[in-house]
């Protein structure tokens, strides 16, 4: 991950914010990912945990965040981290090691991760309660409940455990639903760099190549720009394989006369893109294919629109429901009272998923997506919200009451919103999107 476009100040404000929010007396733990083994002695590329880099920016495993309030109200940050050590930095890389790990990153003090089992239980003797992200990490729970247990044994000398852990989850995600300025600035970077491979993608299309070099072209520039790594595993899918939502398989050839399905974003400082494009693979929609694409981008500019402080998902998704169901309608895919068929929503045999979802540090981000007690109001929207807009509509091969004409079909178009105080900013800027502009390009 290139962890260096955001300031040490922007972590170290993040963790004072959350300090902020803990009543004194508390502990707050965050834990890194570890690595993971992807067969015998080698790795997959190391993600850290978005969590933790929301608090650190340190991109180093085993390694933890521990937040402390006293009883007082003051606040520090503890890094627990990798010793250095030069034969596994010749083997492995470089470790960063508490020593400059304080300085570089900020925190109040740093110490070797092993040192972690003789200070937590220090920590926990001055402590009420205990915070960490439940279920975030395998594990972690036993290794907190090891720490108490250290305490606890201390009880005929006096100590005392904390009697509440809590579940600090909903307050991080909170914050990462609220997107700084600098943030954005990363995402608009992440949509142009993934814009760039979209182009080239549609440049690259042609009959008879397979998906797995269309996602090569892709991976190629995000790569160039400084996106290491895709922010999830990209879905080129040509024909009928764009009516699998999240097909990765990604080793069909493309078809003439078919569409090319292409939903993928690079990853840039940890922060994501998802973008969805679907075009001809030769570089020119049949009249079925262009009806089908014109609707969904009908569909989407329309709830783009409607996008401001003040409005919700279900909002936007009435009016995606009633675009697609009167395009339906009109070419005879659904029959019936319109009215009833919105109602119903019949067009949800077609649209199969949901409109969007929170984009950030994750592609599906944290962030609640509801207000109410009951969890069935969907939240209004505010200024810093980043959300996707991806209306589709699905025709698999053998979608028998269909038409013969629109079985095959399937249509994602997918872009990333950010909620300003006027209205929206659209950051998916140069990923060709009109029927006119996507065979303009590809046709030169
Ligand atoms: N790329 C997954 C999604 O669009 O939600
Ligand atoms: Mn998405
Ligand atoms: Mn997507």
């Not at 269309?214 to 595993?233: Q, V, W």
Request: hydrophobic content about 40%; overall charge negative; some cysteine.
């Amino acid at each position: 991950m290139n962890h260096t476009l955001l300031s040490v100040e922007e972590f170290a404000s993040r963790r004072q914010r959350f300090a902020d929010q803990l009543p004194n007396a508390s502990v707050a733990l965050f834990p890194a990912n570890g690595e993971i083994t992807r067969s015998n002695d080698t790795e997959y590329p190391f993600c850290q945990n978005k969590n933790f880099y929301y608090l650190t920016g340190f991109n180093e495993p085993e390694a933890l965040l521990v937040m402390v309030k006293d009883a007082s109200g003051n606040s520090t940050s503890t890094l627990f981290c990798r010793e250095k050590d030069p034969l596994q930095e010749v083997w492995h890389g470089r470790r960063t090691g508490p020593e400059q790990a304080q300085k570089q990153y900020g925190f109040d003090a740093a110490y070797i991760n092993i040192e972690a089992d003789k200070r937590l239980p220090e920590f926990f003797e001055s402590a009420d309660r205990v915070y960490f992200c439940f279920a975030d990490q395998p594990a972690f729970e036993q290794q907190v409940f090891n720490w108490l247990t250290q305490v606890k044994a201390g009880a005929k000398q006096g100590k005392k455990a904390p009697a509440q852990l809590l579940d600090c989850s909903a307050q991080i995600a909170e914050m990462r639903l609220f997107k700084s300025s600098a943030e954005l600035g990363i995402m608009r970077k992440a949509n142009v760099l993934s814009g760039l491979a979209h182009q080239r993608a549609m440049k690259q299309s042609a009959v008879g190549k397979f998906e797995y070099q269309i996602e090569a072209e892709m991976l190629h520039e995000f790569t160039l720009h400084g996106a290491r790594y895709p922010a999830y595993g990209s879905i080129v899918a040509g024909a009928d394989n764009a009516n699998i939502l999240h097909y990765t398989d990604n080793q069909d050839a493309l078809i003439d006369n078919s569409l090319l399905l292409i939903d993928a974003g690079g990853e840039l400082a940890g922060y994501a893109a998802d973008i969805t494009r679907t075009f001809p693979v030769n570089g020119k929609f049949t009249d079925p294919q262009a009806t089908i694409y014109q609707l969904v981008l009908d569909s989407q500019l329309a709830v783009i629109e409607a996008i401001k402080p003040g409005a919700n998902f279900a909002q936007l998704t009435d009016i995606a429901i009633r675009v697609l169901t009167e395009g339906l309608v009109e070419l005879g895919i659904l029959t019936g009272d319109i009215e009833q068929l919105i109602e119903d929503k019949a067009c949800k045999d077609y649209f199969i998923h949901g409109l969007g979802h929170w984009l950030g540090l994750d592609v599906h981000d944290v962030g609640d997506y509801h207000i109410d007690e009951n969890r069935r109001q969907l939240r209004a929207f505010e200024p810093g919200m980043v959300m996707t807009i991806e209306p589709g509509l699905y025709f698999p091969a053998d979608c028998l009451e269909v038409e013969p004409k629109w079985r095959g079909i399937g249509v994602r178009i997918e872009d990333n919103i950010v909620v300003t105080e006027q209205g929206y900013e659209n950051i998916t800027v140069n990923s060709p999107k009109t029927i006119a502009d996507i065979e303009a390009l590809m046709a030169k």
